[in-house]
């Protein structure tokens, strides 16, 4: 909402309208502060939360989350009020009968803007900077949601950010700069984002090894060069399986960007074993395979001496 108004008035901002209107509900305000005047949510609140989150629960992600909120609410339809009959599963079923059927539509939830990408290959988007795979000046259609921050051009997704909620953050992916990373070799060791690669654990310990042998054998530059083209198979195979293939690679003593491809297409060289079958009556044109028995018997035979 915009503003308080006196009493249960409120002036709604122009999104929450077209929301209320989508799903067509009607909406009521309390008093700030004033929990009392609605006490069923809050009992009800209190009640789900000791008896289903307390302690309280971990999750890795987001969508884990949810997914263990879902499980609990259906869990909480076998539940039995007091004073009532029958579960809560079965008067929720007796209660949408009254309902309004739900639109067809879903209701777009992002907050769509428009930023130009800066010197720095950022987005800025409310307070934070968010790193794009775009040129300088570009216009991109920045979507923010309520955990991530989404950005398309021609309604294709170029990136992905998790949301921020800080202020004046810049939030980079290390994948938005090997192009000129590459240009740049000696800009890799320090770079802001690769720091931040680290903080998340996107850049294991074993990726520092490989590094260092490519750096003995290729030079800084060749080596961190190396580096850029194994990062960038990350995204065409997917970076757990890199970091997997990295690892086998240190343990065959192989260096090579080529080799670490190779480990990773391993599964896509194999083919199926070819089964015998039996040829019946062919087996009377069968042929013995031919042999060098011949030629190995010159290996026998003494050296020529050539006098000088």
């Avoid at 009392?36 to 989350?65: D, I, Q, T």
């Avoid at 076998?78 to 079965?90: F, K, N, W």
């Avoid at 794009?132 to 170029?158: C, H, M, N, T």
Wanted: with cysteine; charged share 25%.
């Amino acid at each position: 909402m915009k503003k308080i108004l006196r009493g249960y008035e409120r002036e709604l901002t122009a999104r929450f309208i077209a929301f209320r209107s989508h799903w067509r509900y009607e909406a009521e305000f309390c008093t700030p502060g004033e929990g009392h005047e609605k006490g069923g949510v809050e009992g009800e609140v209190g009640y789900f939360r000791r008896n289903h989150w307390v302690p309280v629960p971990r999750a890795s992600n987001l969508a884990e989350l949810n997914a263990k909120l879902l499980a609990d609410c259906h869990q909480d339809e076998g539940r039995v009020l007091s004073g009532r009959m029958e579960s809560v599963g079965t008067l929720l079923i007796t209660q949408k009968e009254h309902l309004l059927s739900l639109p067809a539509d879903d209701f777009e939830l992002a907050e769509v803007s428009f930023p130009r990408v800066d010197q720095a290959g950022c987005a800025k988007v409310r307070t934070n900077f968010y790193s794009v795979p775009l040129k300088s000046g570009s216009i991109v259609e920045a979507r923010v949601y309520s955990s991530v921050v989404e950005f398309r051009q021609d309604d294709v997704r170029v990136a992905q950010h998790e949301r921020s909620y800080a202020r004046s953050q810049q939030i980079l992916d290390l994948e938005h700069y090997l192009e000129v990373l590459e240009r740049k070799p000696d800009a890799l060791r320090g770079s802001k984002p690769l720091a931040q690669w680290r903080a998340q654990g996107r850049w294991p310990a074993s990726y520092d090894r490989l590094w260092e042998l490519m750096t003995e054998r290729h030079g800084r530059q060749g080596g961190t060069r190396a580096m850029v083209a194994m990062i960038r198979m990350g995204r065409e195979f997917g970076y757990a399986k890199l970091e997997a293939a990295v690892v086998e690679a240190l343990r065959l003593g192989c260096t090579d960007v080529a080799a670490i491809r190779h480990l990773l297409m391993t599964d896509q060289l194999q083919h199926t074993a070819v089964e015998t079958v039996e040829i019946g009556t062919l087996t009377a044109y069968e042929r013995p395979l031919p042999t060098m028995a011949e030629y190995n018997q010159l290996l026998s035979v003494g050296a020529i001496e050539v006098q000088p």
